[in-house]
């Protein structure tokens, strides 16, 4: 896909993603590589090495990590603030509520707050996850919308999604 024009490419794991793409980045200088996955503290110094964008940014320890190695690598990356959209035990992401906080601390740290990320509850309508999502990224006035995959990305589209994940529906499922 490389050769043939594709620039953007997401990651669940830093360290599979630093296996793959560390050499393919030096040779295709154009390539812009997401984490879409969840950040472990102990892996920000490779994750802001490697990706261009973080999508999975979801309380503030992880914030500040990202925010001290951009200023060790002299590095500035783009940054989606993941919101837990579905009140999920068993999901990242910043609780609702939370939201305007952790915005505004990113802030104060100077990271490129581009947008906010929701995976939805499975099995149920995302439409309203999605329309919730929008209405939270106007609020805040961030341009991106980082929602929807290979299941529901036509629906998260429909509610101005910026950023589809839909790597099974391209790549096939992971083994």
Known sequence: MI???HLHYGENKVQEAINKWSDVKLEY??????????????KAKFAVK???????VDNAKIAKKIADEQLKQ???????????IGDED???????ENLNELYSYCKELQLDIIGLMCIPPAN????????????????LHLP???MGMSSDY???AKNSATYLRIGSKIFGNRY
């Open 3 to 5: 050769k043939y024009g």
């Open 29 to 42: 200088l154009d390539i812009k590589l997401h984490l879409i996955g969840k950040l472990q503290s102990n």
């Open 50 to 56: 490697l990706f261009d964008y973080i999508h999975s």
């Open 74 to 84: 002299n590095k500035k990356i783009k940054i989606f603030i993941q919101v837990n």
């Open 90 to 96: 068993q999901k990242s992401g910043v609780p609702k």
């Open 124 to 139: 149920i309508d995302p439409n309203f996850f999605f329309e919730e999502m929008r209405l939270l990224t106007k609020k």
């Open 144 to 146: 991106e919308l980082s």
């Open 154 to 156: 036509l629906e998260a």
